[in-house]
């Protein structure tokens, strides 16, 4: 399986790589220890690295490192803009369940 991009998160990286002033090739995605439910989403701007899984295209790619990989395998990103809340969702199959905030989960 893979890591699937909406066209709206699409946009979103290439617009931040575009106002990045340091060297970033994508949007790297990790899943980490941390949160009430044991695991939680981390997310930054950084440089493709030996190993690391791609999703997307050229100049919007998904970086995803090979253990978080198996935490996201079929996940959807996303990216949402609104008056109360804008930001990156991702629609992970892979959760059982998560925290009443919503910032961490479980598999």
Do not use: W
Not at 46 to 67: C, H, I, Q, S, W
Not at 68 to 82: A, C, I
Not at 88 to 94: A, V
């Amino acid at each position: 399986m893979a890591i699937t991009l909406s066209e709206n998160a699409a946009a979103k990286i290439r617009a931040l790589l575009a106002a990045q002033q340091k060297e970033a090739s994508g949007l790297r995605v990790k899943v980490v220890g941390g949160g009430c439910s044991g695991l939680q989403y981390k997310m930054d701007l950084d440089v493709e690295r030996p190993g690391d899984k791609v999703f997307g295209t050229d100049d919007a790619k998904l970086l995803v490192d090979r253990k978080s990989f198996l935490y996201l395998n079929g996940t959807e990103l996303d990216y949402n803009e609104g008056l109360m809340q804008s930001g990156f969702s991702l629609h992970n199959p892979n959760v059982k369940r998560s925290c009443g905030c919503g910032a961490s989960f479980t598999v």
